[in-house]
């Protein structure tokens, strides 16, 4: 045999100098959940391991994490019932939670990236992307509301805007909206690619945002397709995005790979909650090596072409490689 592909695996040494896909702190982004109060820091018990953190422990979290050398960071906030309303309202409330922990953050940190949901569910008394009138999500009076919502936290301080409503026009709307007042540097991370998934709901759990009715298939993808992923990932382009997002990201390997091998744009992976959960709860039976099965898992998902993954492995990875 002339050929023998294991003179390439014969030693860790050769093993690591021709591996072709490596992980860096500079890949991730981190999801954080953000409530209201002071001085707490609640452990999400379907997330082993993930908190959510009142304005002031939030800041404990981004310096560990800064420390570690993660440095990207996408916060979700769990609104108090009595503000959510019909059209989220507080979602564009400059005094509400969100772009006030915003603005702590990046006064705190001024060089960390935030990276900003956009999307009506948190807010919504009906916990749903987008208005409800007779049981049907309206698509473009949402878009006056995501506008609205992506210039108050470009306002407080936002690096990258991320509609994750799957609203159609939303991208375009939003950079329209941005740039008539002045934020033409504020990035938009389209969720291109987001599909109705049943591995939410964890997050779901940490920020009491399901639907009060319904499901969210009228907008977001049929897990079955995927060159619709293509239609979008058009779409978002002509719009102005700046990056394009498939979600969830294990189920979704293909996808990440037809949008890297269809797009010049940065493509970003959201290896989500319930993704995450699955490994910990695994893990904790004794059923697999959390630590093997977390780095195979974040490897994949940059192997199959993501250039950006966003998961709450990230602080985790960070201290494994630090180790």
């Given amino acids: 045999m002339n050929r023998r592909p294991r003179r390439n695996r014969q030693t860790e040494a050769i093993r690591n100098m021709v591996q072709e896909t490596t992980l860096s702190t500079n890949d991730f982004i981190y999801p954080l959940f953000i409530i209201e109060g002071q001085n707490k820091r609640i452990e999400v018990s379907s997330m082993p391991g993930i908190n959510r953190f009142s304005a002031d422990t939030v800041l ?19 609104i108090p019932e009595q503000y959510k309303d019909k059209y989220a309202t507080e979602s564009h409330n400059p005094e509400g939670l969100f772009p006030r922990v915003i603005r702590e953050i990046k006064r705190n940190f001024p060089d960390v990236a935030l990276v900003t949901d956009v999307a009506m569910d948190p807010y ?50 939003i ?20 599909y109705a998934s049943a591995f939410y709901g964890p997050f779901r759990d940490a920020l009491d945002s399901a639907p009060k009715a319904g499901d969210k298939k009228t907008y977001q993808m049929n897990y079955a397709n995927s060159r619709e992923a293509l239609i979008e990932a058009e779409l978002d382009t ?7 997002m498939v979600k969830p990201a294990l189920s979704y390997l293909d996808v990440i790979k037809l949008l890297r091998e269809n797009s010049h744009l940065p493509i970003a992976a959201y290896n989500v909650s319930g993704e995450y959960a699955m490994v910990k709860a695994a893990a904790q039976k004794g059923w697999l090596d959390g630590e093997k099965t977390m780095v195979e898992t974040l490897t994949s998902i940059k192997r199959a072409g993501a250039d950006i993954i966003l998961s709450y492995f990230a602080k985790e990875f960070a201290q494994y490689l630090r180790k």
């Fill in 238 to 244: 002509q719009e102005g995005a700046d990056y394009l």
């Fill in 175 to 194: 950079r329209r909206v941005l740039d008539e007042n002045g934020f033409q540097k504020v990035a938009i991370m389209a969720y291109t690619a987001k």
């Fill in 60 to 78: 404990d979290e981004v310096a560990a994490c800064v420390e570690l050398g993660v440095k990207a960071f996408a916060p979700f906030p769990s």
């Fill in 124 to 173: 919504s008394s009906d916990g749903h992307d987008g208005i409800v009138e007779n049981g049907e999500i309206i698509n473009d009076e949402t878009l006056e509301v995501l506008g609205k919502m992506a210039l108050t936290q470009a306002q407080a301080g936002a690096d990258i805007v991320a509609p994750s409503d799957m609203m159609d026009g939303r991208v375009g709307h």
